[in-house]
T-cell receptor, first 113, second 111 residues
């Protein structure tokens, strides 16, 4: 079975632009979470979705938004990009929302110039 | 508010040495604890998950323990190899399921 997949692998944008990152969970997993990892730090929680509904949101500005589709894949959108948004964006899937083991994708490396 | 701390931040050992990585958390109401490995620029690979009702889990040369009363978890790596060089992260979920990560321990195993 395929693991969690994310696209694109790398992305370069300029300040003020918009970006969309995509994630496909493991087959049978209904929950997707997004994390931001700045170089040298542990990942920080952004969003959790389960059955197409937002179940949790981290301390990120409204420029960050996400959604989950009927096939349980997910998109993370970031508007008005800032230099500080440069990071590795990680997607994790779990069978259901809550205290279940989470499996991570390879990440999308976003560079904002 | 749950906070997770990992010590040391970096570790360099010769090949073959046994080593222990430490993870501490502030809220003992932790539901489970997950250890991950991250290679440079890559995603996270789940190594071990310790349920709140368990005290330890083993996988090959890896053994992780969980002591909720003291707010600590340790990852023991036996007979370290150069291929073990990576950053190791521990994380515990809140009751909503979001993972709270430590900053990681970067391990270098020298041949």
């Amino acid at each position: 079975d395929a693991g969690v997949t994310q696209s694109p692998t790398h992305l370069i944008k300029t300040r003020g632009q918009h970006v969309t990152l995509r994630c496909s969970p493991i087959s049978g997993h209904k929950s997707v979470s997004w994390y931001q990892q700045v170089l040298g730090q542990g990942p920080q929680f952004i969003f959790q979705y389960y059955e197409k509904e937002e179940r949790g949101r981290g301390n990120f500005p409204d420029r960050f938004s996400a959604r989950q589709f009927p096939n349980y894949s997910s998109e993370l959108n970031v508007n008005a990009l800032l230099l500080g948004d440069s990071a590795l964006y990680l997607c994790a899937s779990s069978i259901v929302a809550g205290r279940n083991e989470q499996f991570f994708g390879p990440g999308t490396r976003l560079t904002v110039l | 508010k749950q906070e997770v701390t990992q010590i040391p931040a970096a570790l360099s050992v010769p090949e073959g040495e046994n080593l222990v990585l430490n993870c501490s958390f502030t809220d003992s109401a932790i539901y489970n604890l997950q250890w991950f490995r991250q290679d440079p620029g890559k995603g996270l690979t789940s190594l071990l998950l310790i349920q709140s009702s368990q005290r330890e889990q083993t996988s090959g040369r890896l053994n992780a323990s969980l002591d909720k009363s003291s707010g600590r978890s340790t990852l023991y790596i036996a007979a370290s190899q150069p291929g073990d060089s990576a950053t190791y992260l521990c994380a515990g979920p809140s009751n909503t399921g979001k993972l709270i990560f430590g900053q990681g321990t970067t391990l270098q195993v020298k041949p």
